[in-house]
């Protein structure tokens, strides 16, 4: 049976795509608390967007100035629901000045993506890392007096929380950060990878991270979904996929192909799912992986 997709001319489909497959942890990093045993696939509850309110009337009003309207017009703004993420977020950010500091970026992050970071720093949710990336320890190793490849307060470092991370290398970079940077530095430090989530937006594949909806819509055929630590994850079909085909068991290319990667799928609650088998969080390649087989299944047999 094949399902309409969302209209969407095939350069952008493709390039979409090969964004998401590349860049790996624009799934999020995680998917949500479960485990065959809880997994609950009818939890999934269908979310109606209102295009006319895609953004709040504050966030509008920023854009707007950033873009040289008025705040209070209305003459941009099919243009700026229709834009991409990323570019909303940058349009966003330059409302805050040439200096931008770590929580003035987060809270662009929840008023455009609807992520909360601050939620994810305070309980310390996503991948669990002995170090953080070469330029960034050494950024961070700076921001507490010592040489950069100095190990001394490595542990003091690897202690902090996310946020607290996340403001020292602003600093020590003097606010200055762009918006590509700020999501580099977000994606090392919380796992949170906007960039390919912005892709993610029609592709009509739940993603829940964190313990967050990171793209959620009513035409979602299938949900991703994992541990807040990142070491278990399922995958299972939506009502709305119910409605449209008659069940809700899941295509069995896509079984084929996900079990050949080393998930189980249990065919009683018609769900996949894996567990890393060394218990440590889910690899980027990996993930990389399960976003192509997921998404390559509904461009080859929904659209």
């Known amino acids: 049976m094949k399902i309409q997709f969302k209209t969407m001319s095939k350069k952008v489909v493709l390039f979409s795509i090969m964004t998401s497959i590349a860049l790996t942890g624009g799934a999020g990093s995680t998917f949500a608390q479960g485990s065959p045993a809880n997994a609950n696939p009818q939890s999934y509850e269908v979310q109606h967007v209102d ?18 309207v008025d705040s209070k017009s209305t003459q941009l703004d099919n243009t700026i629901e229709t834009m991409p993420k990323l570019q909303v977020m940058d349009l966003y950010l330059a409302s805050f000045g040439k200096k931008v500091k770590g929580n003035e970026i987060r809270r ?3 008023e455009i993506f609807d992520i909360d970071l601050d939620v994810v720093s305070k309980n310390d949710y996503g991948s669990k890392l002995s170090i953080y990336p070469k330029g ?3 950024s961070l190793r ?3 007096n010592v040489a950069p490849d100095s190990t001394e307060q490595d542990a003091r470092i690897m202690g902090l929380t996310k946020n607290a991370a996340m403001d020292r290398y602003i600093k020590e970079h003097d606010y200055s950060l762009t918006g590509a940077e700020s999501r580099t530095l977000i994606n090392q430090i919380f796992g949170v990878n906007l960039n390919g989530i912005s892709t993610l937006e029609h592709m009509q594949l739940g993603i829940l991270s964190k313990g967050q ?13 994992s541990s807040l630590d990142d070491v278990d994850v399922s995958i299972y079909a939506t009502p709305y996929f119910e409605s449209l085909t008659g069940s809700r068991e899941l295509p069995e290319s896509m079984v084929t192909k996900l079990t050949a990667m080393g998930f189980t799928y249990y065919e009683e609650s018609a769900l996949l799912y894996y567990k890393d088998p060394e218990g440590g969080s889910v690899p980027d390649a990996f993930k990389g992986q399960v976003m192509g087989v997921l998404i390559g299944t509904i461009l080859a047999e929904y659209k």
């Open 213 to 225: 909806w990171i793209v959620k819509s009513d035409t979602d055929l299938f949900i991703l979904e």
């Open 51 to 68: 295009q006319a309110t895609k953004y709040s009337k504050h966030v509008m009003r920023a854009v707007r100035e950033s873009l040289g």
């Open 136 to 138: 960034l320890m050494e």
């Open 108 to 110: 662009a992050v929840k």
């Open 142 to 144: 700076a921001s507490f």
